[in-house]
């Protein structure tokens, strides 16, 4: 059943269009993400959830009851940000239970609320602290823990990672999805890191230019990117422009380079002009195992990045990035060698404009 | 390191220009609280007793220090949700407002306590009536006491305006009113809770600026025939040689005590405890 529901959400700022025609449906649990490049509208769409902003158009639900036009304050939706907005001459205690105490709650339950979500975010010991006394990371999590104590039917999250160190952020951004597991609570996050938005999503929202580009999982969202921007966004890729041979069979031509892909075609036929894409870690040498699609290449050069290698061929006249692991027993040809590249029929994409 | 190489590392022009500094700043001091003390070699305090034992110094410092709390009460009241309100909502109205809390720099005192009388020492009608609301402001005390208060608004405006303003610009208001906002507060709640406790030292500033104006004003407070200790100064030093001075010190001590205070109450951090 749908927890949040955003119809036809339009926001214009005189003649800019932050946001345009945005729909989207969570359910109750549910881990979405919005993610895109800077001024995309994601914060835009997460501050007229929060009610920092009101739509130009359209409506906003929650269990079915409209907020559109409600107040911040009104709207029981805890939200994070990116700065903390811990309140500086507060403790942390006093942080946590600030919302409780807005609200009127006893001061028992108050005083068992911020102790409840101390534990939560393991800081018992930082209680009687001031944000000033905290790192950065552990700033974080009281606000995540200020954000949860009051309950919120939605948790909003505006890129809480990112003034964090990269060790930080992923710890922290586990302990985020494994919170938000437990206390099964609504999340929406905005990000504009792909990484965080794959590996902390039930659902990801990639935006591009005020409009959505494709909602889905993870899984789908980089493995099936349906336009060109999400699977630029998501990931490296290497594209190039091809022409359809056979829409039955699935046969492409890449500069005399015959190409096959298990794509959808429909709307397609020969002789149409299209982008393919290929992920990089879906290319390989001939030698680990012949694929439906087989290339002649040459060796351009090689890149060692820890756990991957990434070597580039000339496939045609086409530079093409390939990804493999990288492991003691990987034996790799030289620079400027000649080998042979192969890809499933599946790893090709067809992508939209 | 030998005696010469340490002397080339003595950072002698910036002592040299600080010392020249503070004996610009204490030279005039001393030279007041040495005259307070020469009147009668055999009681160096004489100055000070006569002062202190005067019932109109007493009535009139009393006086100016109420005015001077009342002021800064209601400055901060209307100064304060101002700021805040142009910083949150309104920022292009800000170079307005900057201008207009800096017109008692270019009107002088003399002019706004003018209009004031001019104003406010007629009844106050309905209009196109002979229906008296209010008697004239300056007919009763209460009423002149309300009028110089707003006066000392008016003129300690620059200073606790930017002092506020100043304030609201070292935190980062509008995330803070947004997190607050979304825990449900309301505007109440966020201006008293979350807005003036981090702009305390800021407000302090300012009350301190307002306090040491209203104490030694003298215009308004002459011509409104308000008995405050501007006035009591003024014509003590008309009539008088070492009281005058003896008074001068005591005020420069009462400014330092405040500027102590705010140092104890920031915490020496120039910002509320706490905030960074």
């Known amino acids: ?35 895109g490049p800077s001024g995309c509208g994601k914060t835009t769409t997460l501050r007229m959830i ?64 911020v102790n409840e979500m101390l534990s939560i975010i393991h800081m018992e010991e930082k209680a009687n602290s001031y944000p000033y006394q905290l790192s950065g990371g552990q700033m974080q999590r009281v606000a995540l823990a200020r954000a949860l104590a ?71 969202i980089y493995n099936f990117p349906t336009t060109r921007f999400v699977a630029n966004f998501v990931g490296s890729l290497n594209t190039a422009e091809a022409e359809i041979v056979d829409p039955s069979k ?46 002649d290449a040459k060796v351009e050069n090689i890149t060692f990045l820890g756990s991957v290698v990434r070597v580039e061929v000339m496939i045609g006249k086409r530079k093409f990035s390939m990804d493999t692991f990288n492991r003691p027993s990987l034996s790799l040809p030289s620079i400027g060698d000649a080998c042979k590249v192969t890809c499933s029929d599946k790893a090709v994409l067809i992508l939209k404009a | 390191m030998s005696f010469l190489a340490r002397l080339r590392k003595f950072p002698f022009w910036a002592w040299f220009w600080f010392l020249l500094g503070a004996l610009y700043f204490i030279l005039p001091l001393y030279a007041t609280v040495a005259f307070s003390l020469s ?20 009535r009139s410092f009393l006086l100016s220090n109420g005015l ?31 201008f207009l809390t800096l017109m008692p720099f270019v009107v002088p005192a003399i002019i706004l306590v003018f209009g004031m009388i001019r104003i406010y020492s007629t009844p106050f009608t309905i209009p196109f009536t002979d229906i008296v609301l209010m008697r004239p402001l300056t007919n009763f005390s209460l009423g002149t ?60 500033s300012g009350a301190l600026l307002t306090f040491a104006i209203v104490v030694g004003e003298v215009v308004l407070a002459s011509f409104l025939g308000v008995p405050a200790f501007g006035p009591y100064l003024f014509l003590l030093g008309q009539h008088r040689a070492y009281e005058p001075a003896a008074l001068s010190f005591v005020s420069f001590l009462l400014t330092w005590v ?19």
């Not at chain 1, 036809?8 to 025609?21: L, M, P, T, W, Y």
């Not at chain 2, 102590?260 to 920031?266: E, N």
């Open chain 2, 145 to 204: 006491n309300i009028l110089i208060v707003a006066g000392y608004m008016v003129l300690s405006m620059p200073y606790m305006y930017r002092s506020v303003d100043t304030g609201l610009r070292t935190v980062d208001i509008r995330t803070l009113t947004e997190a607050a906002q979304s825990l449900g507060a309301s505007w109440f709640t966020i201006v008293t809770r979350i807005i003036l406790p981090n702009i305390r030292t800021a407000m302090l």
């Open chain 1, 250 to 295: 699935g046969a492409l031509d890449m500069d005399g380079i015959r190409l096959e892909s298990t794509n959808d075609f429909k709307g397609m036929s020969k002789g149409d002009k299209v982008t393919v894409a290929i992920r990089p870690e879906r290319l390989s040498f001939l030698s680990e195992g012949k694929k439906e699609n087989v290339f």
């Open chain 1, 50 to 113: 929060a009610g920092f902003e009101i739509p130009s158009a359209g409506t906003i639900s929650l269990e079915s009851l409209d907020i559109t036009e409600k107040a911040p304050n009104q709207r029981n939706v805890g939200m994070v940000f990116q700065s903390y907005a811990l309140f500086p001459n507060m403790t942390v205690a006093q942080n946590i239970g600030f919302g409780l105490q807005v609200r009127k709650e006893k001061e028992s339950d108050i005083k068992d609320r």
């Open chain 1, 150 to 220: 009051i309950r919120p039917e939605v948790l909003l999250l505006d890129e809480p990672l990112s003034a964090l160190d990269a060790k930080i952020r992923i710890s922290l951004r586990a302990e985020i999805r494994s919170i938000q597991q437990r206390l099964g609570i609504t999340a929406i996050y905005v990000t504009h890191d792909q990484e965080e938005a794959l590996s902390l999503s039930d659902r990801i929202v990639v935006m591009n230019a005020g409009e959505m580009e494709q909602v889905g999982t993870p899984f789908e």
């Open chain 2, 68 to 98: 001077a709390l009342a002021t800064i009460f209601a400055s901060i009241i209307l100064v304060v949700p101002t700021a805040y309100w142009i910083r949150l909502k309104l920022p292009q109205a800000r170079r307005i407002v900057e």
């Open chain 2, 39 to 58: 009147w009668d070699p055999a009681d160096p305090f004489k100055a000070y007793e006569r002062s202190f034992g005067d019932s109109r110094f007493w």
């Open chain 1, 1 to 35: 059943m749908t927890h949040l529901a955003l119809r036809n959400i339009s926001k214009n700022f005189g003649d800019f269009v932050a946001v345009r025609d945005f729909n989207l449906d969570v359910k109750k649990g549910e881990f979405v993400s919005f993610l």
């Open chain 2, 258 to 276: 405040a500027m102590g205070l705010i140092q104890l109450v920031s915490g020496g951090q120039g910002q509320v405890a706490g905030s960074h």
